[in-house]
């Protein structure tokens, strides 16, 4: 086609008119997404390395799955008729049109791992750690999101009590390493069968009750009766309080396993609260469930935040998962925590009881005055990472004033003062931080200096 004949398509004069405003647009979050931001990375850092320790200690192996996995392994294993699934789930299908999830929690997904990799070969139990987003489309509000992160232990191929009390013992530690006070609410709603006589018999119960029912409960008595017990309505507390209790509807096994992890419990010293309306939302559970909760007060009078939506963690027993997904049969327990909720827990914890956040820790803070020094002090900066040591430096900052306000604040113990005189030498300024004394020092040597400084060779090891 001869090239004049192209005709150009003229634009639009309204869309030319709104293009400048297209390429300014900003975006907003979707909704209940959120940012984490540097000034909280001293929280996640702390709850990571937590969560690190605490897997390195009682042995759990990191395992990362994939966000999104076939729908239907989300379906099946959490169960239609809960809310997650019902009303929670990210589902959408892929370009090749298959069903598939977002993940909305990780055991199912660690499960899967663990039949797909014929885990079930190795010693047994494999236990298994994780950290990472989960997604439920919820309702946003305080303390929930759609996007937000759990770090959870799982425990596959142990069906003995000790193993769910070594998981809520890893609970336990999480907080208690951190700092913030929590409670443990702990139930056991046994197996199947036994849960199937117990819903009898309290729907037969409610039923009876119905006309006392907030609107919710009338629906949840058809759809998912177990969820009556999590009901908040003033007036279905009445109620609730006289409904049926499922620890009487346990048989001899389930009863032994809930006695010998409460006995576990006393053994290890860990704080527990028994809730007999305690149920958790997942269809795959079975036996001990238990959940972790703020402690708000102080120490000697506790009250806890109850309610759904404040717990910062929970799980429990899930012995029919694995062979439920076509697995061999193999008992499982596992928990996970709650991220966002737990940081915003130890935030407000640290607020009220006036201590200080954690922060980074240098050893000395470079300070470099004019363009020479500049450069000499990125190389420095270099050459004293690589021997180990942690340097704080801002190359934004020009006045000696603002450098050393600077690593005043970061509590370093001491400054490195890199000015042109000392590039044109060959040496660097030393300046203890807390006496203000000054000594200069070779530039080869520094490195030295300083480790003498900080006590690096007393004991003959590093920091
Ligand atoms: P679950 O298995 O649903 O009990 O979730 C375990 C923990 O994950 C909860 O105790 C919360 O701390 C956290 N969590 C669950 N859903 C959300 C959400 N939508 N937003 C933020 N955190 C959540």
């Keep these: 086609m001869p090239k004049q004949k192209i005709k150009e398509k003229k634009p639009k004069r309204k869309a030319a008119a709104e293009a400048p405003e297209k390429k300014f647009k900003i975006y907003a979050l979707l909704r209940g997404m959120h940012d984490v ?58 370009r090749d049109g298959n069903k598939v999830a977002l993940r909305p929690e990780e055991t199912a997904s660690a499960a899967r791992a663990y039949i797909m990799h014929g885990m079930w070969n190795m010693s047994q139990p494999v236990k298994l750690w994780y950290w990472g987003p989960m997604f439920r489309y919820d ?92 009901c908040k309505q003033e007036r279905c507390q009445p109620v609730k309080e006289d409904a049926p209790q499922i620890i009487d509807w346990l048989e001899e096994e389930s009863k032994n396993h809930f006695t010998k992890v409460l006995e576990y419990l006393d053994e290890l010293a860990v704080p527990y609260i028994l809730r007999s309306t305690l149920v958790r939302g997942l269809d795959y559970y079975t036996r001990t469930v238990f959940e972790v909760y703020p402690v708000v007060g102080d120490t000697e009078t506790p009250t806890y935040v109850g309610g759904q939506q404040s717990a910062l963690g929970g799980g429990g027993r899930y012995d029919l998962l694995v062979q439920e997904m076509g697995g061999k049969p193999a008992p499982a327990a596992g928990f996970s925590l709650g991220i966002e909720r737990s940081v915003s827990a130890l935030k407000q914890y640290m607020d009220a009881n006036q201590i200080k956040p954690p922060i980074q820790k240098f050893d000395a803070y470079l300070a470099q005055l004019g363009d020479h020094a500049r450069r000499r002090a990125l190389k420095a900066i270099n050459e004293l990472r690589n021997s ?75 920091k």
Excluded at 46 to 66: D, K
Excluded at 186 to 209: C, D, F, H, M
Aim: glycine content about 6%.
């Design 37 to 94: 931001l540097p000034r909280e990375e001293k929280y996640w850092k702390l709850l990571y390395h937590t969560a690190e320790n605490l897997a390195e200690h009682f042995q759990f192996s990191r395992i990362e799955t994939p966000l999104l996995e076939e729908a239907n392994l989300f379906i099946r294993s959490i169960g239609k008729g809960t809310d997650v699934v019902d009303k929670e789930m990210y589902i959408f299908e892929d």
């Design 139 to 230: 309702r946003p509000q305080a303390g929930r999101y759609r996007q937000f992160n759990q770090a959870g232990y799982e425990t596959l191929g142990d069906g003995d009590p000790s193993a769910d009390a070594e998981l809520i013992l890893v609970a336990h530690n999480f907080y208690k390493d951190l700092g913030l006070p929590v409670e443990i609410h702990i139930n056991s709603i046994g197996v199947p069968e036994e849960r199937q006589r117990y819903k009898t018999a309290l729907v037969e119960y409610y039923r009876g009750k119905r006309s006392y029912l907030c609107d919710d409960c009338k629906q949840r008595l058809n759809k998912n009766p177990l969820r009556l017990l999590d």
């Design 388 to 462: 180990g040591l942690k340097i704080d430096y801002n190359f934004s900052k020009n006045s000696l004033k603002s450098q050393l306000e600077a690593a005043n604040s970061l509590q370093v113990p001491y400054a490195l003062i890199l000015g042109q005189k000392e590039v044109q030498d060959g040496t660097i300024i030393i300046r203890d931080m807390e006496s203000g004394v000054q000594e200069i020092v070779d530039q080869k040597k520094v490195e030295n200096v300083l480790k003498k400084k900080l006590s690096w060779f007393d004991d003959d090891k590093k």
